[in-house]
């Protein structure tokens, strides 16, 4: 076999990434990518890691020790979280109201898990009553939700009302926050979430492969008391806790490389204040959402469960979704993307994540989605959601953030 020469150097198109992740890096996080490696237990990099985790402490608003960032993508702190909180036969309650609840199912059903659903339609939040009426049926052991659904641009509102519905019944509450944590609000403890994991790529900005999970000390009492280990060697919290707990040995070599970036992406998160930050993402993705709007076309969410990450945009009738998605990656290298699933063909997804919820990438989207779909024939004025977007990012948020004490 010969050897391969003829392939040419990296040289990847310059895009704006506004899709549903991975989102643009900051270059202060491109350039601790390129620090040089020590190894994973040099006193250097056990201190670099205690940094992170207090980092990731204060991004996830919480006080629990076991904060970590696990190695892989986010469907690696996903099924951490499954594989160890789920045991044989306990019952876990996911829901249908999007495409990443189906992976919550096929990931517990793995760790030995009966799985019950509870259902919204696709691009709408679990509503409590029906969370509550399950719960009462099912009496499950793990309740898990989505509180930030990628494939839909539906938030989870109500979330201290489900995790006391899902407490009144005992069971732990496991939250998806991948698209969510860095961007839209989330309080780990005051909402009482047992488990919540994320990843790097969407609103922290961060290439993947460290993904953080946090897991409060109910949550670690139930999987040190496990009648059989996690069927994950690589994921066993258990065995994870020698390396992120205090006594610092080896399981397995920790991405040097990712654990950089994680790091420098949680500074810039800590330099610019965490509500500050929930607080620029609502107004950048509501420039977008006054944007579309006043262009012309209809976001998929109601305002009460818009998602600032991830806006779903309506595809207008008579549109190929597809063609729009192509001519603006073609036309003006920016990534967006279609819907998945019940809403294929239906929506435009469109993220205003971390790096890429700033005004410049947004009227930039605004003029590209916009000029695509007057040339496909839509009825839309790209000038008028031009202006809009340009007036509702002068304004000061209509709806603040409410600030920690
Ligand atoms: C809500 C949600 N959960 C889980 C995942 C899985 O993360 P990854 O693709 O990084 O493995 C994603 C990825 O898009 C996501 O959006």
């Known amino acids: 076999m010969q050897a391969p020469t003829d392939v040419a150097e990296l040289n990847p198109p310059e895009r704006t990434?506004?899709?549903p992740g991975p989102s643009d890096v900051h270059p202060r996080v491109l350039r601790a990518m390129s620090t040089p490696l020590v190894g994973h237990l040099d006193p250097a990099f056990l201190e670099l890691m205690d940094e992170v985790q207090e980092l990731l402490r204060y991004t996830f608003r919480t006080n629990n020790q076991w904060t970590i960032p696990?190695?892989?993508?986010?469907?690696?702190?996903?099924?951490a979280a499954f594989a160890n909180i789920v045991e044989p036969g306990d019952t876990v309650l996911v829901p249908t109201n999007g495409y990443f609840g189906g992976r919550m199912a096929s990931m517990s059903e793995r760790a030995g898990g009966e799985v019950v659903r509870v259902g919204a339609p696709w691009g709408e939040p679990l509503d409590p009553a029906d969370v509550r009426s399950v719960m009462r049926e099912q009496e499950p052991d793990v309740f898990a939700f989505v509180h930030a659904e990628t494939s839909t641009g539906a938030l989870q509102p109500h979330v201290p009302e489900l995790t006391e519905i899902a407490h009144e019944h005992g069971a732990?509450?496991?939250?998806d926050c991948?698209?969510?944590?860095?961007?839209?609000?989330?309080?780990?403890?005051?909402?009482?979430?047992?488990?919540?994991?994320?990843?790097?790529?969407?609103c922290l900005s961060c290439p993947p492969g460290a993904s953080p999970l946090t897991l409060n000390d109910r949550a670690m009492e139930k999987i040190h008391g496990r009648d059989e280990p996690t069927r994950s060697w690589y994921l066993d919290l258990g065995l994870l806790e020698g390396y992120w707990g205090g006594e610092r040995s080896y399981h397995h070599?920790?991405?040097?490389?990712?654990?950089?970036?994680?790091?420098?992406?949680?500074?810039?998160?800590?330099?610019?204040?965490?509500e500050e930050r929930w607080r620029?993402?609502?107004?950048?993705?509501g420039a977008l959402k006054a944007g579309v709007r006043a262009m012309g076309l209809e976001m998929n969410a109601d305002d009460e469960y818009w998602l600032p990450s991830l806006n779903?945009?309506?595809?207008?009738?008579?549109?190929?979704?597809g063609e729009i998605i192509q001519a603006v990656l073609d036309g003006y290298d920016i990534e967006i993307a279609g819907g998945l699933g019940d809403l294929a063909g239906e929506i435009f997804r469109i993220g205003c994540m971390g790096h890429s919820a700033r005004p410049g990438k947004v009227l930039h989207t605004l003029a590209a989605l916009g000029g695509e779909l007057e040339r496909a024939g839509a009825e839309v004025d790209v000038d008028l959601g031009i202006g809009a977007a340009r007036r509702r990012l002068a304004q000061a948020d209509e709806q603040p953030v409410p600030v920690d004490e």
């Open 312 to 321: 779903a945009v309506r595809v207008p009738a008579g549109i190929d979704a």
């Open 17 to 19: 990434l506004m899709g």
């Open 178 to 202: 991948v698209t969510s944590l860095g961007g839209v609000e989330l309080r780990v403890d005051e909402w009482g979430i047992d488990v919540a994991y994320s990843g790097a790529q969407k």
């Open 280 to 285: 620029r993402h609502r107004r950048v993705a």
């Open 253 to 274: 070599t920790a991405p040097i490389t990712n654990v950089y970036a994680m790091r420098e992406a949680l500074r810039l998160v800590a330099e610019e204040g965490i």
């Open 70 to 79: 696990v190695s892989g993508t986010g469907s690696a702190a996903m099924e």
């Open 172 to 175: 732990y509450v496991v939250a």
